[in-house]
């Protein structure tokens, strides 16, 4: 379709609407819209909400966008990622290209947040390529007019929204001795549970004091270290409850669980039945599914 909008060239522009199916909604993030247009200098776009998802990117020229963090400029080779449910408002000063796709879908917004959370909503990838290639088979996918695969546009804007959390998570990590230090902890954390992982031994691996591991380790994950160990041990319990008919005691030890008195305690009020009953149940349901 042709653009009807003031300030974009006819010639060379081009949009496409897309209607997911009910599966779609369900289950994929979908694209809505679709486009790459020639903007003229001067051109204006406000809205005070629109129901989808914008990612810009900025092919020449240069772009300002306005949303509720303020006005942020986005150049070429930039993308831009918007939350059209809020107000908003973009526009340039000088002609541009721009390739740019309306979306959404279940996890929408959590890719969102997370991204803008970290970037803003305007950021440069240090290798912008992976993203626009996949943009790109979007676009050309219905400018072909070949068959629209709903799992296949899922996976193209995820690997994007992927790229752009990888690119999100690097820069959210504020030390300059390791870009993953959080993710290694996270793996030591995973290799260790048998072991007493105290959060001072945590936070020197980290090069951070304990405050700021605390603090740094709570915005990567959503929990404190002490939750997030807490639980992973009652994970790894649940699994060796159902999986093993190891003995309570060196479960316990297994998990990193001192105490078995404790251990059981906490299982309970987590789970809302012990242990044993917990095993009990099901080893009952297991053998019910098998047909015994």
């Known amino acids: ?15 496409y609407i897309y209607t997911p199916s009910k599966t779609a909604l369900r289950t994929f993030l979908y694209p809505l819209r679709v486009g790459s247009f020639h903007y003229e200098a001067g051109y204006r776009q406000e809205r005070s909400s629109f129901d989808s998802f914008l990612i810009m990117a900025i092919r020449r020229g240069s772009f300002d966008v306005t949303t ?6 986005v150049s070429k080779g930039d993308f831009a990622l918007i939350d059209c449910y809020a ?12 390739l740019w796709m309306h979306f959404d879908g279940e996890m929408a917004r959590a890719y969102h947040d997370l991204i803008v959370s970290r970037l803003g909503v305007t950021f440069t990838l240090k290798d912008p390529g992976y993203a626009l290639t996949r943009l790109n088979a979007i676009y050309d996918t219905f400018h072909a ?7 296949q546009m899922a996976k193209h804007i995820t690997d994007i929204l992927t790229e752009f959390a990888v690119a999100a998570s690097d820069a959210g990590v504020s030390t300059q001795r390791q870009p993953h230090v959080i993710e290694d902890v996270l ?4 290799n ?14 980290a090069y951070m004091s ?10 990567e994950t959503g929990y404190t270290p002490h939750a997030y160990i807490m639980d992973a041990r009652m994970h790894a319990a649940k699994y060796l409850l159902i999986n093993s008919d190891m003995p309570l005691k060196r479960l316990c030890e297994e998990c990193g669980f001192t105490d078995t008195s404790a251990f059981c305690a906490a299982f309970k009020r987590k789970n809302g039945v012990s242990p044993i009953r917990f095993r009990a149940e099901s080893l009952r349901t297991g053998t019910e599914a098998d047909g015994s």
């Open 1 to 15: 379709m042709k653009p009807a909008e003031h300030g974009i060239l006819d010639e060379g522009s081009e949009f």
């Open 87 to 98: 107000h908003h408002a973009y526009g340039t000063d000088e002609p541009s290209d721009v």
């Open 68 to 73: 509720g963090q303020g006005t942020a400029h």
């Open 192 to 205: 260790h549970l048998d072991e007493p992982l105290p959060i001072s031994e945590l936070a020197a691996m």
């Open 210 to 219: 304990e405050y700021h591991f605390i603090r740094v380790f709570k915005k």
């Open 187 to 190: 793996t030591y954390i995973s």
């Open 145 to 151: 007019g070949a068959r629209i695969s709903e799992p």
